[in-house]
Nanobody, 123 residues
């Protein structure tokens, strides 16, 4: 069992930046691939970014590529999402997710989820 807790959400103007962080409870955190997903009101949860257990591979949705950066620190059991050049369409609840070993971009492949953190980008 892995418990995930997100933090760092908030209100920001368009063009601004936020850094989300996800803290994991599991001491074997380094065995888990991690992902960030988001869900806007009335929409399905969608993929944002993912990172392999070793940080050797990262994946991004086209709509955040070049603006968002995912990273992890296996010594601290954390995974971060640096979000720059934010747009109003980035407004959503952002979720951290974990699965053993292999990284996927589909939300259906992830077994553990945090409670989410709200990001609101004003125009």
């Amino acid at each position: 069992q892995v418990q995930l807790v997100e933090s760092g959400g908030g209100l920001v103007q368009a063009g601004g930046s936020l850094r989300l962080s996800c803290a994991a409870s599991r001491h074997t955190f380094s065995n888990y691939a991690m992902g960030w997903f988001r869900q806007a009101p009335g929409k399905e949860r969608e993929f944002v970014a993912a990172i392999s257990w070793s940080s050797g591979s990262t994946y991004y949705a086209d709509y955040v590529k070049g603006r968002f950066t995912i990273s992890r620190d296996n010594t601290k059991n954390t995974v971060d999402l640096q979000m720059n050049s934010l747009k109003p369409e980035d407004t959503a609840v952002y979720y951290c997710a974990a699965r053993l070993e292999v990284v996927f971009t589909s939300r259906y492949e992830y077994d553990y989820w945090g409670q989410g953190t709200q990001v609101t980008v004003s125009s």
